[in-house]
């Protein structure tokens, strides 16, 4: 019973430890072991590790909150973030993001569905990467991200993200 209990925690603990590195990782790594002590029924014992981006490779220019009609994107510091897209009020999704610089602009990876409402929004699915650029808009900022638009409090007066 000890030599299972010590193996199911020792996973956990070498893929915390081997997640320390200096090199950053775009997604989480999630481990699963399956564990029956004896008789038993199986137990799941799930780590997730996740490191971010380093910061230097984050331009600053994308940190905050953009909005659109039915739709934000959340992009912190740290490169972790969190998209929601909706069609209407009563159906859609908000996803789990990493996010990077790439180029003159950034890659927005979609990690996880965090929330589903409804039908869901089905226009992406988990792994997509998705790339972003910024623009001068309607007095402030426009945030692309594939091919929907964001904005920024500034830009977001204008009517140019929707209603």
């Not at 988990?126 to 991200?145: D, E, R, Y």
């Amino acid at each position: 019973m000890r030599r299972l209990i010590a193996s199911a925690l020792l996973v956990p603990v070498a893929v915390l430890i081997a997640g320390c590195g200096s090199e950053p990782k775009q997604a989480p790594a999630t481990v699963t072991e399956w564990v029956t002590p004896g008789q038993a029924a199986p137990t799941t014992t799930v780590t997730t590790v996740t490191q971010t981006q380093q910061a230097d490779s984050l331009p600053s220019a994308y940190v905050g909150q953009w909005v659109g009609h039915t739709r934000s994107i959340d992009l912190n510091a740290d490169g972790s973030g969190e998209l929601s897209l909706f069609s209407g009020a009563m159906n859609g999704t908000v996803w789990a993001v990493t996010w990077t610089g790439s180029g003159s602009g950034i890659a927005v990876t979609l990690q996880s569905k965090t929330t589903v409402s409804g039908d869901g929004a089905p226009m992406y699915s988990a792994g997509q990467t998705l790339p972003g650029s910024l623009s001068a808009q309607g007095g402030g900022q426009v945030l692309t991200i594939g091919t929907v638009t964001y904005c920024d409090s500034a830009s977001s007066r204008s009517g140019i993200c929707g209603a």
